[in-house]
Antibody, heavy 115, light 109 residues
Framework: QVQLVQSGTEVKKPGASVNISCKASGYTFTRYYINWVRQAPGQGLEWMGIISPGDGSTSHAQKFQGRVTMTRDVSTSTVYMELSSLRSEDTAVYYC?????????WGQGTMVTVS | SALTQPASVSGSPGQSITISCTGISDVGGYKSVYWYQQHPGKAPKLIIYDVTNRPSGVSIRFSGSKSGNTASLTISGLQAEDEADYFCNAYSTTNTHVVFGGGTKLTVL
């Protein structure tokens, strides 16, 4: 079945970086964009950025300019999102989501705690 | 959020409720609208795409519409399992970026 499986919980200190993986299976990896969305505790959803697994092109929300890097490895059908210069406000669950018409498949989420 | 939703709505089992999402504009603004349902501790689930369409497997009790700069999600025949958070989102036509509404907590009384 189509699924996105993310890496596990992370605890980081302020100023550090975190790298989250999102492994796709059950479909042609290069065919659909992957988005990254985060959700702070008790808060709403916040779009971070998007990557094309086909050509590796990316775009991100202005808020994360200079701090977010998205990459992909076609050989393993995996996308990665690195967020640097972490601060306490980055504590959140981070999701990857496949985009077809809307975000139709989501990863299980990765909890990142900055403390 | 660039898209505005009510913080909460409630209804009794069997009733219908509507959640609004304001700030949608076709001109120089956002294209299409999507709705997501999120139960506590779970990932969001797509329930409406392109304003009015339901993905396969989503109950016909969920419907979407749009009028002017406001999109709406209607849930008819409320059931206890519908109690969740609901989020709208749209794509900006100017930079292809995505925005989410702040979310609406639905309580089934």
């Amino acid at each position: 079945q189509v699924q996105l499986v993310q890496s596990g919980t992370e605890v980081k200190k302020p100023g550090a970086s975190v790298n989250i993986s999102c492994k796709a299976s059950g479909y042609t990896f290069t065919r659909y964009y992957i988005n990254w969305v985060r959700q702070a505790p008790g808060q709403g959803l916040e779009w971070m950025g998007i990557i094309s697994p086909g050509d590796g092109s990316t775009s991100h929300a202005q808020k994360f300019q200079g701090r977010v890097t998205m990459t992909r490895d076609v050989s393993t059908s995996t996308v990665y999102m690195e967020l640097s210069s972490l601060r306490s406000e980055d504590t959140a669950v981070y999701y990857c989501a496949r985009e077809t018409d809307g975000f139709d498949v989501w990863g299980q989420g990765t909890m990142v705690t900055v403390s | 959020s660039a898209l505005t939703q009510p913080a909460s709505v409630s209804g009794s089992p069997g009733q219908s409720i509507t959640i609004s999402c304001t700030g949608i504009s076709d001109v120089g603004g956002y294209k299409s609208v999507y709705w997501y349902q999120q139960h506590p501790g779970k990932a969001p689930k797509l329930i409406i795409y392109d304003v009015t369409n339901r993905p396969s497997g989503v109950s016909i009790r969920f419907s979407g519409s749009k009028s002017g700069n406001t999109a709406s999600l209607t849930i008819s025949g409320l059931q206890a399992e519908d109690e969740a958070d609901y989020f709208c989102n749209a794509y900006s036509t100017t930079n292809t970026h995505v925005v989410f509404g702040g979310g609406t907590k639905l309580t089934v009384l």
